[in-house]
């Protein structure tokens, strides 16, 4: 097979669309001497791609039926058995329809992935199967995994399993409401704003997003690799660590991985207490314009948790902070615009493994550009704007600035443990209705991500642990660590689990 030949038509005007003017003689010059270079294309067209191979066996998922999926959280079900006897052995897990298990569809909450069956298992589906667990399905995830809210998938909204009619959270929605009903044990989500600890904090279970690089991205699709975490959701703190142990660690093929992105025990380490762990309460995380005073009183009041248990408890300031959101808006919005969507997923410009099938169908986006949800359609406009009118200025001054915000953290954290503070401003809201104006559409992806997107800049580890209920839906404080001090923060969270029920507070 032969890749196509470019008319002198489509010569011309794709030179036209780079700003170089060409007549007619010299795009015929340009033709001949292009032909060479698309005899190459026609070797490389050959070539088998080089992917891993899958290890476990699989039928085909299903799609249940609303009997089955009271929540609309499964996107499919399945059963692929893990290795016998392994760490997690009898335990169930489900994915998030943004990362790729062989056989499965993947959707990624939105139509421009329609028929796409992944050729590889993620590294990360591939290791939990490795640790014995049994893949369950694929959870619903929010439209190309652009929301906080649970209201944006293509295939309808995900209900908060506390309270029909409310927002699970999102993007990773389907994952936490799982986890949260008891309909599966254990569930990986991603994370780019938020999107594994605001469904944790709305679904009242455990969430971690681990350090940036900590756990392979690999065969997950990208919204902007500097953003990109995948990240354990889970009922109880002990789940979440030894699921980290397996998720953990390097894998050759994912270039957002650094020097120190090694696995630890975590596990291990959770009854060694926190007598002298110093924790400072981040007084920027609290009273935004949107907080909930009983969040924010609750949170507080879970800080004598810790202090009873020997905790050192001090109020800090990062005056910063305030400003990560703005920070976090122009890497997310330039970035996506030419990552996820111009660069059909993949982009360019970073070695790893690159999944053409994915690539292939995401970038057919063009043909039905109208359907996209309203929250990609003014990140896209957004983000090109800027891009265009400034020539990705705002973009770099952003990353700029992050270097300066992580600093920031980084001097807190050398004289703290772990820093605190609600993850979330509010609780659970009320889905919006289908036929919602677009500020209320739009106001509900984006409403709560204030505390949780910063740590998406500085690559800070940062976990969701339910402290509190109100009014019988759960509230989420959140703890901040060390680059890769993923440890400290199961400690803590593992000792207020142990010391409360959130439920009954």
């Known amino acids: 097979m032969s890749v196509r030949r470019p008319s002198n038509t489509q010569v011309s005007e794709i030179a036209a669309s780079l700003g170089i003017n060409l007549t007619p003689e010299q795009i015929e010059s340009y033709q001949a001497v292009l032909q060479a270079n698309f005899d190459a294309y026609d070797l490389l067209d050959a070539q088998p791609d080089f992917v891993p191979e899958v290890a476990y066996p699989r039928e085909a998922g299903y799609q249940p039926g609303p009997e089955e999926n009271a929540l ?21 897990v489900v994915i998030k329809d943004n990362i790729a298990v062989a056989g499965l569809p ?26 014995g667990a049994t893949v369950a399905g694929k959870a619903v995830c929010e439209a190309l995994c652009f929301s906080g809210g649970s209201h944006t ?21 389907g994952c936490a409401a799982l986890v949260a009903n008891g309909e599966v044990d254990l569930a990986v989500g991603s994370d780019q704003g938020g999107s594994v600890r605001i469904p944790s904090s709305f679904c009242g279970v455990y969430g971690m997003k681990p350090t940036h690089g900590l756990v392979p991205y690999t065969g997950a699709m990208p919204i902007e690799s500097t953003l990109d975490h995948l990240g354990p959701i889970t009922a109880n703190v002990r789940d979440n660590a030894l ?39 981040l007084s920027e995380g609290f009273g935004h314009a949107n907080s909930e005073a009983n969040v924010d009183r609750a949170v507080r009041q879970a800080c004598e948790v810790f202090r009873t248990q020997g905790a050192i408890i001090e109020e800090v300031s990062i005056p910063m902070h305030t400003l990560g959101p703005v920070i976090w808006l122009a890497i997310a919005t330039e970035g996506a615009t030419q990552q996820m969507m111009k660069g059909n997923s993949h982009g360019f410009n970073w070695r790893g493994l690159y999944l053409n099938g994915m690539i292939e169908h995401h970038a057919r986006w ?67 209705e289908a036929d919602a104006p677009l500020e209320d559409y739009l106001g509900r992806a984006f409403e709560m991500i204030g505390n949780t997107c910063v740590a998406d800049v500085t690559g800070h580890p940062a976990m969701s642990i339910p402290c509190a209920s ?33 439920k009954s507070r």
């Open 106 to 131: 993947m959707l990624n909450g939105s139509f421009t992935l329609d028929g796409y069956l992944p050729e590889v298992d993620a590294t990360v589906v591939s290791r939990l199967l490795d640790a």
């Open 153 to 173: 998938a293509a295939s309808g909204p995900v209900h908060n399993p506390h309270r029909h009619g409310y927002c699970a959270g999102g993007s990773s929605s």
């Open 243 to 281: 699921m980290l142990e397996v998720l953990a660690g390097a894998d050759g093929l994912d270039p957002r991985q650094l020097a120190g992105s090694a696995p630890a025990p975590y596990s291990d380490n959770l009854s060694r207490g926190i007598a002298g762990m110093r924790i400072g309460v």
């Open 72 to 92: 609309g959280a499964w996107q499919c079900k399945s059963h692929i058995q893990g290795k016998p006897g392994g760490v997690l052995a009898g335990r169930t």
């Open 470 to 502: 109100s009014d019988g839906l759960p509230i989420g404080l959140q703890l901040v660590g060390r680059n890769f001090a993923e440890a400290d923060i199961y400690r803590a969270a593992y000792a207020f689990e142990q010391a409360t029920d959130w």
């Open 366 to 432: 063009r043909d039905r550009a109208n359907d996209l949800p309203d929250t990609v359609k003014t990140t896209m406009i957004l983000g090109e704007y800027f891009s265009l009118h400034y020539q990705g200025l705002y973009y770099g001054k952003a990353q700029n600035l992050g270097r300066q915000l992580r600093q920031a953290y980084d001097e807190i954290l050398a004289r703290y443990d772990l820093l605190l503070m609600p993850t979330l401003p509010l609780k659970a809201t009320k889905l919006p």
